[in-house]
Structure formats: C-alpha cells, structure tokens
C-alpha cells in the first residue's frame, strides 16, 4: 500500500477513499468478538471495501490520463498567447510606420503641390523675365541653373513621393498579414479554451464518480457500531490529514485558484518588448474563485499588462502577484487569511482574446520573482490536478 500512497498522493480524496478501504478491511479482521450481525456486516464491508479499491485505482489512471492531456493542451495554449502577444506588438509598430509614412507623403505632396502653383501663376514669362533681367551673361547663366536645380529639385520630390507610397503599399500588405495571422491565433485560442473546457467536464465527471463510490464506502461505515465507526474516522483522519491543503515547502499555503484548473512550468517565456514570463498561467473558467495563498495584506491596482491585478504581502516581504482578474472581491488594503477570497478569474489586460486564466507570480522576501511551480504543485496537485 505505500506504492501506491505514494502514486495517489496528489489527490486527496483519492488517498482518503483508499485508506477508507484499507481501514474497512482492517476493521474486519481485528473484531473476532463482534456479534453474528455484525461480522456479517464487516465481512461485506471487508468485500466491497476491496471493490472500491480496485475502482478508485481505475479512476485514478483515468484521472492521470486526463490531466496529461490537460497539461499538453495548457502548453499548447501558453506557446500561442506568447506567439499572439508578439504580432500584437508588431501589428503596433507596422500601424505606427503606415501613419509616419502616410505624413511623410503628405508633406511631399503638399510641396510639390505648391511648386505647381507656382509654376501655374508664373507661367512661360518666367523665361523672358529671366533673359530681360540678366545683367550679363554670367548673370543669365546663374539664373537658369537656378532654374535648373529647382526643377530637379521637383523631380526629386515626385520620386520621393513615389518611393514613400510604394513603401507604404508594403507596409501595409504586410499589417494585412499580420492581422489574418492574428485572427487565425485568437481562433486557435478560442477552440483551445472550448477543448480545455470539455476536458474539465470529463474531470468533473470522473470526480463525481469517485464522490459517489466515497459516498457508498461511507454508508458501509455508517453501518458499523458508534465506537467503531468513530476509531475509523480518527484513523482516516490520520490518514488522508486535514482537508485543507498543505505546502510541504511553506510558502504557499493554499492553491491560489480553485478547480478546475490547469497550469504548466511556462516561467521565462518570451514576451513582447524582449521580456519573459515572470510566473505561471493557471486556467480556468472565467469567474473561478482566486484565494490568498498566505496570510497577508491584499493589494487591489490596475495596469495595462495586468489589467485588474491583486497582491497579497506577506510581513516577511514575500508576496504574490495575480493578474487578468475579471473583477475585484472587494479586499483592498485589507488582512487576508489562506483561503480567503480576492478575486476571480478573467482575461483583462493584455490577455484580452486568450483564455482566462490568472498569472500568478511569487516574489519570495520581496525579490526577484521564481517560478512558482514547484510551489503551486505542493498546494494543487502537479499541474493543478489536485
């Protein structure tokens, strides 16, 4: 049985329903001096205890598949936001270059334009008056190339004209790419987040299932005398511990955000402008409850990256930073608890378009953010799984 703790170690309610089994069965054999009744009771306890567990190990490894899936599928999802992140910011400079172009052109026009309205008003006389004006033939011979040089001067503007229009046609053609490129990736976006969605209902169905075989094996208990029942209930306890999570690191002390929930170790990749990630990206439906992971004081802002964003500081100087909130609890500058609510899962921020999920960086003693896998493992399960 220790292998297999081990193996179901994750998911607590997994690992209480197992030693709900094992305690049934063990109850069993040591209760030689029970009544006929209830050795009978015992020995079908005994039996269905052991069903239960061959069925728990099943929905296990389906749970294991499942969240296999969910992780490649995260990956997937965190590779096109960072794709989608960079024509973002290129659509930006592209859009840029088109006006700068389109003023440039706008100003060579205009001085051409003036030219023409000179030459118009002016007419051929301008030659005439030229010749009749000249003081001498050196005088003559200035005042034509002066000429001259103007009209080159002209030419030069229509070709820079030309040359600024076919740069913009470029330009352009290539913001329309661009833009197909980007709906393509928000598309792809929305199809990954209706996939992940369907995987969460298989999770949630897959759960139910195990709650319902719990339920049963506890009905077995109910069955049993008081005190029995009682020495079963403080063995499980010991068992499976308290319910709420644990950090075996001692950071974190709650999973920041509640099931269904899916994340992988996307620390350090790229972003626009030359950054990196600086945390992890938990998903989940929109509106998914975001807990404090520690005790500390919650931090409502706003930013144009982060959109709606939270922290919560511990005394020690550590702090998380979660962001694309879809709204505020209502927590600002307040004492927060693990566990407590403040805020819910969106998409707000630069993340407008992409999954919701809320990015969760940690901060230890106020420093550099790390990544906070390894952490979020502890107190949700590996890859949210939990």
């Known amino acids: 049985m220790d292998s297999l703790g081990r193996r179901l170690g994750g998911f607590p309610r997994l690992r209480q329903g197992l030693a709900l089994a094992v305690g049934l069965m063990l109850l069993a054999q040591v209760s030689p001096g029970s009544a006929q009744t209830t050795e009978q009771k015992l020995e079908t306890a005994k039996r269905r205890a052991a069903q239960i567990q061959r069925e728990l190990e099943g929905e296990r490894a389906k749970l294991d598949a499942l969240n296999a899936e969910i992780a490649g599928l995260n990956k997937q999802i965190a590779q096109a936001y960072a794709q989608r992140l960079a024509i973002k910011e290129q659509v930006e400079i592209t859009e840029e270059t088109i006006r700068r172009k389109g003023r440039r052109v706008d100003k060579l026009q205009g001085r051409l334009d003036e030219r023409a309205r000179e030459v118009y008003i002016q007419g051929p006389a301008g030659m005439l008056e030229l010749v009749l004006e000249a003081d001498s033939i050196t005088d003559l011979s200035d005042r034509v190339s002066f000429l001259s040089a103007l009209s080159e001067g002209d030419a030069s503007t229509a070709i820079g004209i030309e040359v600024e229009r076919e740069e913009l046609g470029r330009f352009e053609e290539d913001l329309g790419g661009l833009l197909v490129e980007q709906d393509e990736l928000l598309a792809q976006l929305r199809g990954q987040e209706q996939e992940l969605n369907a995987r969460w209902e298989e999770q949630a169905a897959i759960e139910a299932s195990i709650a ?34 644990i950090d075996a690191s001692g950071i974190l002390k709650w999973c920041p955000v509640d099931s269904p929930r899916s994340y992988i170790d996307d620390f350090g990749y790229p972003r626009s402008g030359g950054r990196t990630h600086q945390g992890n990206d938990i998903f989940a439906p929109e509106g998914t409850p975001i807990r404090a992971p520690f005790s500390g004081v919650a931090d409502e802002s706003w930013n144009t990256l982060g959109g709606n964003s939270v922290f919560v ?67 949700c399960g590996v890859n949210g799984g939990g």
């Open 212 to 245: 319902e075989k719990l339920e049963e094996a506890e009905e077995l208990v109910a069955d049993l005398k008081k005190k029995r029942r009682q020495e079963l209930l403080a063995a499980l306890r010991a068992a499976s511990g308290n319910s709420r999570p």
């Open 313 to 379: 500081r511990a005394s020690d100087g550590t702090y998380v930073y979660n962001a694309h909130l879809s709204r505020f609890a209502g927590v600002d500058g307040k004492q927060v608890n693990p566990g407590d609510l403040i805020g819910y899962v969106g998409n707000t921020g630069n993340a407008i378009g992409t999954p919701p999920h809320d990015h969760f960086e940690l901060h230890p003693g106020g420093g550099s953010a790390i990544t906070p896998y390894p952490y979020l493992n502890a107190v």
